[in-house]
């Protein structure tokens, strides 16, 4: 091309279909604003006093104006466009909220789509969730669904739907559960103190369990008399020394709760296998620091794995030990990472002869209140393939029989949760979407202490919209429509229980293998 770089520079411009020229169009405006400040300023002596106030908010504006242009040196964009830099990181703040609200399609957002939450929603309300016209999914490649059957079950056939916890053990203090779903691990802490009780009176009202999480001793949980399985996390908050080992004697006290009915022992999860946490002294309330059994003066780091489990002997022997305390069911909760591993595991188990009463299998979809993006992404096997594969070390290694499998990660609705228990789980574990039926809006802010609706915040202001009562009851309205639903397809699918499920219940396209 022919002519100096600046005639060059001018065709390009006029050749490109859009385009907008930042430094002149940042240039005229932060002019514009001085002059804009000036003439307000005459036009309030020649013309009217009232344009002063105009001269007040544009002087305000040219200061910060100066300020981000020529003092502060952190942002590149302010210092070189001013006003124009901080309109577009205003823009890209509220993104988020405009694709969902404005430009997102009702499939397509995670973790859960509009279809998805609206679903949640209107069972949680009690109304009607069927829809018309015929699936918004497409049956392609990678959807999931399940084998109805030519001969549905009547309902005078179906069997009533129950688990009994610790009976394989001979467990002094079994525990039985007549409903599919249970409140998965989410400790107080991680939600206000308004969101715990709301849950735990709806679990309460609707019969089922809820899983404390790992924040120690359930003073929330307690208040409202539902049946609670306790998480003793790689902290031991509320059953640890000092020194983070277990302490026998809080542990002993706290299983002699009446509401306590089961012990869960975190090895992992899902939204971060393998990490630890940490929790910053600054966050330490008077409140926490007595629940979790901690100092306020100092953090409190959460090691990747428990101190008493140095390999795989001693990790069965930590199991036995814990249920020769508690006297309750016991089991362990894990993302499945190494298949290699777990199956070291189970042959432990059958050479001590000690055997978890239960198995919770966290999929690597899980959620939580805050992980590493690196962690969240990027490790742990999903929840089916994880099933599928443990499901096949039991049967190889003989033990199907000696504990019960639970499933969690994303399983928010009964397609997803039966599809689970197909592949071996006796029942389902749900955070979110209990979170979801208290009105959880998916705003991404569960680390923040800035929940909008009040659930995963500790902020006085938010917390008071929180209504324990009546979120309470969309809680249980939700676990029985959802208890509904796995009635409705199980008939659909000829089987009187999810006993008699398999995995040949479930159609998984050609392109979707289960790997071991």
């Avoid at 059957?149 to 005078?156: K, L, N």
């Avoid at 039926?437 to 008071?464: D, S, W």
Wanted: proline share 5%; net charge neutral.
């Amino acid at each position: 091309m022919n002519g100096s770089p600046s005639q060059q520079a001018d065709v390009r411009y006029l050749d490109t279909r859009l385009s907008i020229n930042l430094d002149r169009l940042a240039t005229t405006t932060n002019a514009g604003l001085f002059v804009a400040l000036f003439a307000s300023a005459a036009l309030g002596v020649l013309v009217s006093f009232y344009f002063h106030f105009l001269t007040v908010a544009l002087l305000f504006l040219n200061l910060l104006n100066f300020y981000w242009m020529r003092v502060q040196k952190t942002h590149t964009l302010l210092a070189n466009y001013g006003l124009l830099a901080q309109i577009r990181y205003i823009v890209e703040s509220v993104g988020p909220e405009f694709r969902q609200y404005l430009f997102a399609s009702d499939t397509e957002e995670r973790p859960f789509s509009r279809n998805e939450r609206a679903e949640v929603y209107r069972k949680a309300k009690g109304i009607d969730s069927s829809a018309a016209f015929g699936t918004q999914y497409d049956p392609s490649p990678g959807f999931i669904t399940l084998r109805h059957s030519m001969f549905p079950t009547p309902v005078e056939e179906r069997v009533p739907y129950q688990v009994t916890f610790g009976e394989e053990n001979a467990s002094k203090a079994p525990y039985r559960i007549t409903k599919p779903i249970m409140i998965s691990a989410m400790s107080y802490g991680a939600l206000g103190p308004t969101a715990v009780r709301a849950l735990a009176r709806g679990a309460k009202r609707a019969g089922i369990p809820m899983n404390t999480g790992e924040g120690g001793y359930p003073k929330y949980h307690l208040m409202e008399g539902c049946d609670l399985i306790f998480q003793m996390g790689t902290a031991k908050f509320g059953v640890r020394t000092p020194e983070g080992l277990l302490d026998e004697d809080k542990l002993a006290e706290l299983a002699g709760h009446e509401a306590v009915r089961m012990i869960e022992v975190k090895f992992s999860q899902g939204a971060k296998p393998g990490k630890g946490g940490l929790l910053p002294k600054e966050k330490i309330s008077r409140e926490i620091a007595e629940l979790r059994g901690v100092s306020m003066g100092s953090d409190v780091v959460s090691p990747p794995y428990h101190s008493e489990c140095k390999d795989v002997p001693s990790t069965v022997a930590f199991i036995r030990r814990v249920q020769e305390i508690s006297g309750l069911p016991v089991g362990f909760k894990m993302c499945v990472g190494r298949l290699s591993e777990f199956e070291a595991l189970i042959r432990e188990m059958k050479s001590q002869q000690v055997f978890p009463d239960f198995v919770t299998i966290d999929g690597a979809e899980g959620g939580t209140g805050a992980a590493p993006k690196s962690f969240m992404d990027g490790v742990g096997v999903p929840i089916f393939e994880a099933m599928l594969s443990v499901r096949k070390i039991l049967d190889d290694e003989g033990v199907t029989d000696r504990f019960k499998l639970l499933a969690s990660g994303r399983l928010i609705d009964a397609r997803r949760q039966l599809i689970a228990m197909s592949l071996g789980a006796a029942a389902c574990y749900s955070a979110r979407g209990f979170m979801l039926a208290l009105g959880c809006i998916q705003a991404l802010q569960c680390n923040q202490n800035t929940c909008p609706v009040g659930i995963t915040t500790h902020e006085p202001h938010l917390t008071r919209g929180l209504d324990v009562e009546s979120k309470s009851i969309r809680v249980a309205n939700y676990a029985d429509a959802l208890t509904h639903d796995h009635e409705e397809l199980l008939a659909a699918m000829g089987k009187r229980h999810p006993k008699e499920l398999s995995p040949e219940c479930v159609h998984v396209p050609r392109l979707v293998r289960f790997e071991s």
